[in-house]
Structure formats: structure tokens, C-alpha cells
């Protein structure tokens, strides 16, 4: 008795060599499909009955998969299911009326099934995503473009509705915010879809908004410098600050913790769950990052905070004040042409002109993608190339240290 998921696309595909196959449904325990080496599919039900004071296994016939629809056919397994688990009579358990099914859907609202979404979808190879995806699936999902959304069943939400939606975004001239709400509505509904709740996804007949081409910026020394000097203090100009020395990414930084750090070996463990690629990554730490996390040990003490966060100013909560920052440092440096993440790229780019070569940097930003461990080459290649990144750390560290304080005397 194979378990698959079953939908309406994949239903009529069901079939079988032998005289027949029951296919039970990974969604719902005890619905399935019956299929005949002829092609006939029956939907049924395998549930327990109370007969004569003794329980007794049963199946009931719910009607051919081309008399009735997958979603009719799981309400009226659930009702069957649900009369069986209370001693019911199976045979008085009515057929579900359009009521009955109206009443189903109106339980699978859009904030439901976003919720059931964001708690349990996996992606890639079964895995979850990061908590910083999921909590950008989050924001793009709580959008206020689809506030309107909140209590209407999935099965009502149609492609005008995405289109409308979308649209709203692009007119205030947020068409990269745009892209991001298709992507993850489109993971959404892709997911519904996987569990039977609709057939189509309704941005099936929905064009991607606009393309939004590969990010190609890299700050010059003199902006880095520039960034550097009117970050000014506390814990966001701390975060850009350890950005620009290590390259690692925004999140990974801010979500830092001190028991992934080794003050001694100068040394950050991040573990495979805080990072993009869910692999774990060492990262040496210079003198300078050494010294910024002393400066945050110092002022946690002070006030007795007592926290494994390194970025946090209420002892609970990572910081999240991004957007007032940034444009607090934007109107420092008088540019908002530049964006957190281009720091990563730059510190890769700086690297490659100091002279390092390219399976180092991409091995210091915790990337399995370049030549190195691409393909069959990944495969055999579990070098870390520890010691050239613990150089190319300390150089660059030193380089940019040196690039500050001569801006500063001139």
C-alpha cells in the first residue's frame, strides 16, 4: 500500500500493473485511491467500525475520482473518519452538502495557511530555511499590499488578485520588494498546491514583476574609508564595522553569539543553523574585531546584562533597527548609493587585489560555489584553507586599519 501525496494533478496519472493498488494519501491518514488495472479510481476511506461492541477495520467506496473532486472527497473522508472515531454508523454519515464544503474552505484562510506555511515548509532537500529567510518570507508575506487577503480562503485568492497586488508595489517604486513578494507567493501557492488544499496556483498566469539584474557594486577604498569614520558608535556601526573586516553576511554578524566565540584562538564558530548555506563556517577574527568585541563584553557588564548575544540591547532580541541606521549613515556620508551587502562583495574584490586567490576568498565567505568546490571537484575538496584565510583576515584587517588612520591625519 504505497503513501504518496496525492493532488488533482497527479490523480489521473495514478496507475498499476497488478489487479489493483490501494494509494493512501501522505495529507490525510486512511484517505486514498483505489486503482484498477483498467484505470478506474475510486476514492476511499480505511477506518476502524464499532459493530456489536467489537471494533472491525472497514473501507468505504467515496465515488470515482471522475464523479467527484479531490477536495469533496477529503471532506467527506474526514467526516467519515471523524464518525468512526466517535462509534458512529458509517453508513449514516451523510454526504457532504455545498455548505459543508463552503464551511471547509472558509477555514483556509490566507493567514492560516501563511502561519502553517511559514511553521512547517521545507525547501531544497528537506530542509528548513534559516530564521533570517524565513523571517524575509515573513515580512514579504505580512505585507500591507496584502492586508486585504487576511481572512479570505486560499481557494478565493486569483491571479488578478497577485497582479493587483504586485502592481501596488511597483507604483510606489519598490520593484525589487516587488520581486520578493512574487518569489515567496510563489513558494506559497506552490506549497498549497503540494498539500491539496488548490489545484492551480494562482501565479501560474502571473509574469515575474520585473528582473532585477545581479548586484554588481563595489565601494572604493575611499568610501569604505568614508563609511567606516561616520558609522560612529554603538551596535550598528559595530555590525558594518566587523562586516567590512570579515565579509560575512549582515544577519550572520548581528546574530552573533559568545559562545560561538573563542576570544583565545580568536576565532567565530557559526554554526550550519545561522548560515545560508546550512554549513558550518570558521571565521578568524583580527585584532580589530577582537577589540570591538571587547568594547561590547565591557558594556554588557557594566550593566550586568547577562545574554549569549553580542548585538543586543535588551538581552533578548538581536538588534533590528536596519532601515533608520542606514539612513542615519546615509545622510553622514551624503550617498545611499550602496547597500550592506555590497560590503561583501567589496571585501571579496579588495581581497582578490591584495593578491589572494579566489578558492581562499570564496572558502572566507563560506561560498561552495566557486571552481574549487564546484561539481566533482566539491566532492574530493574538503579543504578549508584555514591558515591563508587566518593571512588574508589579518592583511586585510591591517590594510583597511591603515587606509582609515591616514584619512584621518590628512
Avoid at 486585504?148 to 480562503?153: G, L
Avoid at 546574530?255 to 573563542?262: F, L, Q, T, V, Y
Wanted: with cysteine; proline share 3%; aromatic share 6%.
Amino acid at each position: 500500500m504505497p503513501r504518496v501525496k496525492l493532488t488533482a494533478t497527479s490523480v489521473p496519472h495514478l496507475k498499476t500493473d497488478r489487479t489493483q493498488v490501494d494509494y493512501f494519501d501522505s495529507y490525510l491518514p486512511g484517505f486514498g485511491v483505489r486503482v484498477t488495472r483498467g484505470g478506474t479510481r475510486t476514492y476511499i476511506v480505511m477506518t476502524r467500525e464499532l459493530a456489536n461492541g467489537h471494533w472491525r477495520k472497514r473501507r468505504v467506496k467515496l465515488g470515482r475520482t471522475s464523479e467527484l473532486t479531490l477536495a469533496d472527497a477529503r471532506v467527506r473522508a474526514r467526516a467519515i473518519l471523524t464518525a468512526a472515531s466517535e462509534g458512529k454508523h458509517l453508513d449514516d454519515v451523510a454526504p457532504p452538502t455545498p455548505r459543508d464544503l463552503l464551511v471547509e474552505q472558509s477555514k483556509q484562510t490566507f493567514a492560516k495557511e501563511r502561519e502553517r506555511f511559514l511553521s512547517s515548509y521545507r525547501g531544497r532537500g528537506g530542509r528548513r530555511p534559516v530564521e533570517s529567510t524565513l523571517g524575509e518570507y515573513r515580512r514579504c508575506l505580512q505585507h500591507n499590499v496584502l492586508e486585504s487577503w487576511t481572512d479570505v480562503p486560499v481557494q478565493e485568492i486569483t491571479h488578478d488578485d497577485v497582479k493587483t497586488a504586485l502592481q501596488t508595489v511597483m507604483d510606489d517604486g519598490h520593484e525589487s520588494r516587488a520581486v520578493k513578494i512574487y518569489t515567496v507567493l510563489k513558494l506559497l501557492f506552490g506549497w498549497l498546491c503540494d498539500e491539496n488544499l488548490i489545484s492551480i496556483s494562482p501565479l501560474s498566469q502571473v509574469k515575474r514583476p520585473a528582473h532585477i539584474g545581479v548586484r554588481e557594486r563595489v565601494l572604493s577604498e575611499e568610501e569604505l574609508i568614508l563609511i567606516w569614520n561616520h558609522a560612529g558608535e554603538g551596535i550598528y556601526a559595530n555590525i558594518v564595522r566587523i562586516m567590512m573586516l570579515t565579509g560575512q553576511r549582515r544577519q550572520e554578524v548581528a546574530g552573533m553569539c559568545w559562545s560561538e566565540i573563542n576570544l583565545d584562538k580568536r576565532r567565530w564558530d557559526i554554526p550550519g543553523q545561522r548560515t545560508k548555506n546550512h554549513r558550518p563556517h570558521v571565521v578568524p577574527l583580527s585584532s580589530a574585531v577582537i577589540s570591538i568585541l571587547h568594547y561590547h563584553r565591557s558594556l554588557q557588564a557594566s550593566t550586568n546584562m547577562q545574554t549569549d548575544l553580542v548585538f543586543t540591547t535588551n538581552g533578548k532580541a538581536v538588534f533590528a533597527g536596519w532601515s533608520k541606521s542606514k539612513e542615519r549613515l546615509d545622510r553622514r556620508v551624503a550617498s545611499a548609493d550602496w547597500q550592506l551587502r555590497d560590503l561583501r562583495r567589496s571585501f571579496a574584490t579588495h581581497a582578490n587585489e591584495l593578491g589572494y586567490e579566489p578558492h581562499v576568498i570564496e572558502s572566507a565567505l563560506n561560498h561552495v560555489s566557486g571552481s574549487a568546490k564546484r561539481g566533482i571537484a566539491g566532492v574530493y575538496n574538503r579543504a578549508t584553507y584555514i591558515r591563508q584565510r587566518i593571512r588574508l583576515i589579518q592583511r586585510w584587517s591591517r590594510h583597511l586599519l591603515l587606509l582609515v588612520a591616514q584619512a584621518r591625519r590628512s
